[in-house]
């Protein structure tokens, strides 16, 4: 099954550059959505989530487009700590309850 | 304030051994997960559970088996390991909100 796609990447940026990472999910039903940012060898820990139509926080902009089916982050003014692997997450429900589908995830990489 | 802990953090299993893996939260949810982490294949989910005394298969729940005997506890176990099995396994937990709080991971290796 492949609910939710992202392209792996990587992404190599240098620092100050605006970079953004699309996923593309199957189940239309979908009614919220969210973005994990994962560090290297360490647990996955919520960047942000997307209700309606997009979500902003500071350099960072989750956008979603229902009609076309996929989300986007946009992060601006890219910096070296943002170097991290980036989820893409769509719930998944079921008679038994609902659970979070990940996305394999989209890897960033900010140089100096 | 501890969060979602797992244990052990590391471990090594020959083929057909058996073992346990604990996750642990103090925050009252009501939700908990345990996932697998390979490289180039995400995360993806093995059993999960709405509360306790209720378990439920995820995506890849094969070779494996959960109880949630406490609303704060969540064990995976493995009946007899196979190399297939060589991973990383995390555990998370969440309330009502789509929020999931993970644990540290543990890292298996079966040999």
């Known amino acids: 099954r492949k609910e939710v796609e992202q392209d792996p990447g990587p992404f190599n940026v240098p620092e100050g550059a605006t970079v953004a990472f699309n996923c593309t999910y199957s189940?239309?039903?979908?009614?919220?959505f969210f973005w994990y940012r994962q560090d290297c060898r360490k647990e996955p820990k919520l960047l942000m989530s997307v209700y309606s139509s997009g979500n902003e926080d500071g350099r960072f902009t989750a956008q979603l487009n229902r009609a076309s089916q996929y989300i986007s982050l946009l992060i601006r003014d890219s910096k070296l700590s943002d170097s991290a692997t980036y989820l893409c997450v769509v719930p998944w429900a079921n008679q038994a309850g609902t659970a979070l589908i990940f996305g394999k995830g989209t890897t960033l990489s900010v140089s100096s | 304030n501890a969060g979602v802990t797992q244990t052990p953090k590391f471990r090594v299993l020959k083929t057909g051994q058996s073992m346990t893996l604990l996750c642990a939260q103090d925050?009252?949810?009501?939700?908990m997960y345990w996932y697998r982490q390979d490289p180039g294949m995400g995360l993806r989910l093995i059993h999960y559970?709405?509360?306790?005394?209720?378990?439920a298969k995820g995506e890849v729940p094969d070779g494996y088996n959960v109880s949630r005997l406490k609303k704060q506890n969540f064990l995976l176990g493995l009946e007899s390991a196979a190399p297939s099995q060589t991973s990383v396994y995390f555990c998370?937990?969440?309330?009502?909100?789509?929020?999931?709080?993970f644990g540290p991971g543990t890292r298996l290796t079966v040999t």
């Open positions: 189940n239309s039903a979908s009614q919220s």
């Open positions: 925050m009252n949810h009501e939700y």
């Open positions: 998370a937990s969440r309330s009502s909100s789509y929020e999931q709080y």
């Open positions: 559970s709405v509360g306790e005394g209720t378990t």
